[in-house]
């Protein structure tokens, strides 16, 4: 018999999940040897990438379990419609119990192709955020209460065992042989420090969930925040904020300011007014007409909107006396901006200061990461030679520099230039809207998506990877319905680079 080919682990779309802290998810519907192990592959791949190889052994196992598990599951509702066995009833369950195992294994092939037919899978999804790791089992075939019950007693049950071996040593029931498997995995997570509360089962939808959710090993949490502090000495030899641009804005922040001295204090910088008026007259803010002054801007786009496009211009101006090559990121900053303003304006009609915010904070939303990739290499040097010199990994510290936890290094430059509130928490949780605070929840989940939106244009991610709450709040449930935004945002973002 031939040997099955081993299917390839696509690293670098490990990697961008990760930096983006979007989720991998795998989808079988038989789950055949040479998809299991690619399972195991990927989840090991997944670890290693995050620094966690002392987990991998152990989570291995516990995927295994939970993948037959979640197979068995599908498998059982398949052999007790053939049966005619109801399996909500408790005397259909018991029935179906005594003949379930013997006769599917016998015929398995059989059973697998109607579960396929019948549109059963069975899902696994990996994601990490805010320092914590989901590795998730899913499978479309709601638990019964009975299944339900067995589970939890199974949890309780593995509390009376110390370890692996004394729990081998006594007799389980093993009437499904699932009992002894799921006993063992709660105590591989104790091997690695977690306890059952690291552990989830549920029903959601029709698809019956088990999760496991651990935190990175506090030697990684403690290294990044060591990284992280780094390239805050780094942001310390940032040029300071234009001093005009500072100056400009105590104006807007002094109620007895009047209109016409803030217009007049613009309009005497030549360039500050080109750059201002060409940024009021694209295409994001859809002008009814072209505005010819600072005046007229003032009062077309209001003191909050001149003020964010004073951060913006600021912004750019400072990171021009920075290093390397920005024009891709700028690129992708500003067909963020844009998406984000027309999100806003579309999705949050009448809420004036969401609108008026959303252009420059998806402008901003990668400070971090331009800081990352635009330093002067001398000083991502000296941050490499600190961190080595306290034996943290070169691999770490290269995925901090490729993205990763590089929306809180943004916001520590957004702090440093007195940027607004709204925008720094923005910056920090444009990766992460549900963990943002309430005020800025709705304009990091408008960021988020319109991020998300390049990288699902360019096919880096799938629809599936896209955060589904975020997705409701603009109401969108199908990927028909994200296409047909994706192509206009795209559309008309063209349309203005052509224009320009």
Known sequence: MALQKRIEVDTAKISK???????????????PHEMEVYMGDVLTAFLKELQQNHMVEYLNYCLNELITNAKKANTKRIYFKQKNLDITVQSDYDEGLKTFKE???????????????????????????????KV?????????????????????????????????????????GAGLGLVIMILMLEKIGLTEENFQTLCENGETITRI????????????????????????????FPENITHINKLLNDPDSKMSDIAMQISNDVSLTGELLKMVNSAAFALASPCHSIADAVKLVGIRGIKNLLFSIGTMQTFKEVGGDKENLWTHAYQVAFYSYNLARNFFNGQRAIIEDSYICGLLHDMGKIIFETSHPDLLDKVKKVCESKGISSDLIEKMIAGVNHGEVGSEVAKKWNFPEVIIDVIKYHHDPEDAPDEVKSLSSIVYLADILTYYQSGEIAFYQIDSEVLGLFKITNESQLKKVSDKLLKSFQKEQEDN
């Open 17 to 31: 999940a990760i930096s983006s802290g979007i989720p991998l998810t795998i989808t079988t519907y038989t789950l």
């Open 103 to 133: 006769d599917t294994l016998n015929n398995i092939n059989y059973y697998l192709g109607l579960q396929k037919k019948a549109g059963l899978y069975v899902k696994l999804i990996l994601q990490v955020r805010n320092n914590k790791i």
């Open 136 to 176: 998730e089992v899913r499978n479309n075939s709601s638990l019964t209460v009975f299944e339900y019950k067995r589970i939890h007693d199974k949890l309780s049950r593995a509390q009376q065992y110390t370890s692996v071996e004394d729990a081998l040593s006594q007799i389980l029931d093993d009437s499904e």
């Open 213 to 240: 959710i651990l935190p990175l090993s506090e030697k990684t949490q403690k290294e990044m925040s060591f990284i992280s502090a780094e390239f805050v000495k780094v942001i310390d030899n940032l040029p300071q």
